[in-house]
Nanobody, 119 residues
Framework: QVQLVESGGGSVQAGDSLRLSCVAS????????IAWYRQAPGKERELVAN???????DYSESVKGRFTISRDNAINTAYLQMNSLKPEDTAVYYC?????????????WGQGTQVTVSS
C-alpha cells in the first residue's frame, strides 16, 4: 500500500508559479510511475504529466513548456512545478502512483490539492 499526500496548492494570480509536492509513505516510490492529474469543476479528471521509474516524462499539450514533473526517490517525493499559471489551470490536482506486475495494476491516489488562478 502507498499513501500519498499532496501539498503546495493555493490561490495565485495569472503568471505566478506554484510547486506541488506529493509525499509517499508505506512503500518506496521508486518502483512506481508518478502522474499528476487535475479536475476542474464540471469537467473530467485529466492527465497533466507523468514520470516513469526511469525518469522519462510526458506532458499534456495544455501544460507543455510551463509545468515540470520531477521525483526524488531518496525522500519518496514527487513534484509538479507550475510556471506561467493561467486561469484555466484552476482545478484540484491529484497525485497518482501506479505500478504493474504479473498480478495486475496497482493505483494509489492522494486526496488532492486545490489550485486557483485568478486573472
Amino acid at each position: 500500500q502507498v499513501q500519498l499526500v499532496e501539498s503546495g496548492g493555493g490561490s495565485v494570480q495569472a503568471g505566478d508559479s506554484l510547486r506541488l509536492s506529493c509525499v509517499a509513505s508505506g512503500s518506496t516510490l521508486s518502483i512506481h510511475t508518478i502522474a499528476w492529474y487535475r479536475q476542474a469543476p464540471g469537467k473530467e479528471r485529466e492527465l497533466v504529466a507523468n514520470i516513469n521509474t526511469g525518469g522519462m516524462t510526458d506532458y499534456s499539450e495544455s501544460v507543455k513548456g510551463r509545468f515540470t514533473i520531477s521525483r526524488d526517490n531518496a525522500i519518496n517525493t514527487a513534484y509538479l512545478q507550475m510556471n506561467s499559471l493561467k486561469p484555466e489551470d484552476t482545478a484540484v490536482y491529484y497525485c497518482n502512483a501506479f505500478r504493474t506486475s504479473w498480478s495486475g495494476r496497482f493505483d494509489y491516489w492522494g486526496q488532492g490539492t486545490q489550485v486557483t488562478v485568478s486573472s
